[in-house]
């Protein structure tokens, strides 16, 4: 019973290509995030969604596109990839206090990402 | 913009040391949360403040909100070799829906 799932784990492809990354999580929690973790172990905020809208976007190449089709979801497609991109993606989901939550965020497994 | 610093970026320490990391805020925040982050694994929350000045303690581990709310602190108390891993402090924003991440410190301990 995983709580936020990711897919895939690892991800290993050639420059140029699109790929997409898909998260799910079964917490019933209204937002959810893509955080990308480069090797040094920062933890970078990408994107935020809160019920299916937008509500954090940071400075991100217009090559990386999330798309929540419910709340549940929340998917990261990428395109034409460079090498820069190779690092782990996280999904994160969290029950925010305007809805009465603690903000806590859970985290999903990651997904290892390598750019050839 | 907010930022949320994060000192030592790395500690190596000896099986039985103690260990601080501490956050610095450049803005007052709404609470701070602590993740763990196991060597190939994801963040886990580890517990959040909320109060100023708040303290708790989980076992061995130590956290503290500053009077400000603007620092905190994580305390362990005679390493063990399972407390390795990336501690992360994150700052929520007052008013905001933003949580920051401090850029984590990397916790090494020799047995």
């Known amino acids: 019973d995983t709580a936020v799932s990711q897919t895939p784990k690892y991800l290993v492809t050639q420059m140029g290509n699109d790929k997409s990354i898909k998260c799910e999580q079964n917490?019933?929690?209204?937002?959810m995030y893509w955080y990308k973790q480069d090797s040094k172990k920062f933890l970078k905020i990408m994107f935020s969604?809160?019920?299916?809208?937008?509500?954090i976007n940071e400075t991100v190449p217009n090559r990386f596109s999330p798309k929540s089709p419910d709340k549940a979801h929340l998917n990261l497609h990428i395109n034409s990839l460079e090498l820069g991109d190779s690092a782990v993606y996280f999904c994160?989901?969290?029950?925010?206090?305007?809805?009465?939550?603690?903000?806590?965020?859970?985290f999903g497994p990651g997904t290892r990402l390598l750019v050839l | 913009g907010q930022q949320v610093m994060q000192i030592p970026q790395y500690q190596h320490v000896q099986e039985g040391e103690d260990f601080t990391t501490y956050c610095n805020s450049s803005?007052?925040?709404?609470?701070i949360q602590w993740y763990k982050q196991r060597p190939g694994g994801h963040p886990v929350f580890l517990i959040q403040?909320?109060?100023?000045?708040e303290v708790k303690k989980q076992k061995r581990l130590t956290f503290q909100f500053g009077e400000a709310k603007k620092n905190s602190s994580l305390h362990i108390t005679a390493t063990q070799t399972t407390d390795v891993g990336t501690y992360f402090c994150?700052?929520?924003?007052?008013?905001?829906?933003?949580?920051?991440f401090g850029a984590g410190t990397r916790l090494f301990v020799k047995a």
């Open positions: 994160a989901s969290s029950q925010d206090w305007s809805s009465g939550g603690a903000g806590t965020q859970y």
């Open positions: 917490l019933g929690h209204d937002t």
């Open positions: 969604y809160n019920n299916k809208e937008l509500i």
């Open positions: 803005t007052t925040l709404s609470n």
């Open positions: 403040l909320v109060k100023s000045g």
């Open positions: 994150a700052g929520r924003t007052t008013g905001g829906f933003k949580t920051i």
